[in-house]
């Protein structure tokens, strides 16, 4: 007959005895990050660790790069016990400070009073904050090796409806032939830059959708994309993080003779806060054509690294400040 074994829990300290110095280290790494970004069905890139915020300390601050157009920051709290009101009101805190649209509060366990307190943020806030009660476990099968699990115990409304239909979707685009094309597409444009020798970094990323590009400072980042409904491509500059805004107008303010630099106009969009130029009534299905649109791209992505990595190099927020409100006047 044949004999099953069980999964047995592991006590979260045995396997990381301090929070600071061995859990959130831990959770920071890619693979781990990875496994909580499907968890959630998000796309996390690590931005910093301990982060200051006052006289505080921010346990994990990601990025969510699954949206190239409006990557938003995520804040992640950890803790190796129960949930506690002073790491709620730490959350707040830093989820303010950080200008954070997503929340992960990751602990052993989620107070039945806590998880109430997170599903009525989702309840009374809009889709621009999201509050997620994760509780960690570590299961083990005799000697064999640990394997961590994220369970996730409160999210916002029809967060789970959502996720089913992006794993329908992306099950069936996975082998669909638009992402085929995208996939040859970005390919082939991988090759065009690095024969062209150009100084161009693109980063690893999973869509096919878009490729982003270093541009010398973090908070700030170049993407190449394609929109196949509305047949074009595109280049863009963006900014991410609190300091986002500030960036964006002191940038703004420079606008003529950055788009003399450029030689066209571009699209300054605040709500986003990027900057981007956009070729239309593009046909991916002609691949004839990729090499003059690989070109178009290129070119494009080099001329904003020209005009606008020596700008950013010497941006400081500091130096903006906002319109006061007409109702103060």
Not at 272 to 295: F, G, I, K
Request: proline letters at 4%; aromatic letters at 8%; hydrophobic letters at 35%.
């Amino acid at each position: 007959m044949l004999k099953l074994d069980r999964l047995q829990p592991v006590e979260l300290r045995d396997i990381w005895p301090k929070e600071a110095a061995d859990f959130t280290p831990w959770l920071a790494e890619e693979e781990n990050l990875t496994l909580l970004g499907e968890t959630l069905g998000m796309e996390l890139e690590l931005e910093g660790q301990e982060l200051n915020v006052g006289d505080f300390r921010a346990d994990i601050l990601c990025r969510n790069i699954e949206n190239p157009e409006h990557e938003t920051w995520v804040l992640i709290e950890n803790q190796l016990e129960e949930t506690n009101h002073s790491h709620l009101g730490q959350i707040l805190t830093y989820a303010a400070g950080l200008d954070a649209h997503t929340v992960i509060w990751i602990a052993k366990k989620i107070r039945e009073e806590h998880r109430a307190a997170l599903d009525h943020l989702n309840e009374i806030t809009d889709e621009c904050l999201k509050c997620f009660g994760v509780e960690v476990k570590v299961w083990q099968i005799g000697d064999s090796a640990r394997a961590p699990q994220f369970e996730v115990v409160s999210s916002p409304n029809d967060w789970r409806r959502e996720i089913s239909q992006e794993a329908q979707r992306a099950e069936i685009e996975s082998v669909s032939p638009a992402r085929l094309q995208r996939k040859k597409f970005w390919a082939q444009f991988r090759n065009y830059i690095i024969q062209g020798g150009s100084q161009l970094q693109p980063r690893e990323r999973k869509s096919t959708r878009y490729i982003v590009f270093d541009i010398g400072r973090q908070s700030f980042a170049m993407s190449a994309w394609i929109n196949q409904r509305r047949g074009g491509l595109g280049t863009e500059l963006y900014m991410t993080g609190k300091n986002a805004p500030a960036h964006f107008h002191l940038l703004k303010e420079q606008q003529g003779e950055i788009e003399d630099e450029f030689g066209d106009s571009l699209k300054w969009q605040e709500e986003h806060h990027n900057v981007a130029l956009w070729l239309d009534v593009v046909n991916l299905t002609d691949e004839s054509n990729w090499p003059n649109q690989h070109e178009w791209l290129a070119s494009k992505l080099e001329l904003f690294d020209k005009v606008f990595r020596p700008r950013i190099k010497i941006l400081n927020a500091a130096d903006w400040e906002p319109p006061e409100d007409e109702d103060d006047e």
